[in-house]
């Protein structure tokens, strides 16, 4: 019942509108990552991009390394990324992050198969240089979550140069 509502995206806004969370649209103020931040200006080596990809596909090479990052959840649908690469030929997923459910947690970590692409590196990446490493190993980062409020990977990987592959979903678009 809110005069105003701050949210991630206007994409989410007409969401919370739509199902009457909020009135309208109009008194709606949306967060924008800041492009000042010194987090964003990370110059990082050639010799720690190499390394990082070597940890991330511990070792096992490929021609494209895609990339999740964060929380492990079922709204996510990692399982669909998984199953994916699975199918394609010298394309590896790295899967890190870690999960709130210890059984979602270790279910993720069953899906570990170099021989078939799939790296799994449990353990949530520090904000900075560590996160910016990982991103730049990467060729893509890659999410199959139909539905998020922002998208906070895709502004992190693209500051430093790691384009997206996502689902055209809320949040996602703005």
């Not at 206007?10 to 009457?20: K, T, Y």
């Not at 959840?73 to 030929?89: F, H, M, N, T």
Request: hydrophobic letters at 40%.
């Amino acid at each position: 019942l809110s005069a105003a509502c701050a949210t991630t995206s206007p994409s989410f806004a007409r969401i919370l509108a739509d199902r009457g969370v909020i009135r309208s649209t109009r008194n709606v103020f949306t967060y924008r990552p800041p492009t000042t931040s010194s987090d964003l200006r990370i110059d990082l080596t050639e010799d720690e991009i190499a390394q990082e990809r070597r940890r991330l596909t511990n070792g096992h090479g490929a021609t494209v390394l895609l990339l999740y990052a964060g929380r492990w959840s079922a709204e996510k649908r990692i399982g669909l990324l998984v199953r994916c690469v699975r199918q394609l030929p010298d394309v590896s997923l790295s899967l890190i992050g870690d999960a709130a459910d210890e059984s979602i947690a270790r279910e993720i970590q069953q899906w570990h198969d170099p021989r078939h692409g799939v790296h799994v590196v449990r353990g949530m990446r520090r904000r900075g240089r560590e996160l910016a490493t990982s991103y730049a190993a990467a060729d893509f980062l890659a999410s199959a979550s139909d539905f998020e409020t922002f998208g906070n990977t895709c502004a992190e990987a693209a500051s430093v140069g790691t384009p997206a592959l996502v689902q055209r979903g809320p949040g996602f678009i703005d």
